[in-house]
């Protein structure tokens, strides 16, 4: 595994979104993953 850190972008937070609700049947928890993607990505502001 690699040091190096890459920001969450909002590209990648929607990536995650989209296959976890695919994977879910549409719904999404509320404390899963997607949501610490969501706000990191509003973070980096990318």
Do not use: Y
């Amino acid at each position: 595994m690699s040091n190096q850190k890459t920001p969450m972008t909002k590209d990648d937070a929607a990536r995650i979104q989209s296959a976890n609700a695919k994977k879910q049947g549409g719904q999404i928890p509320k404390d899963h993953f997607v949501g610490r993607a969501q706000r990191a990505a509003e973070k980096n502001g990318q």
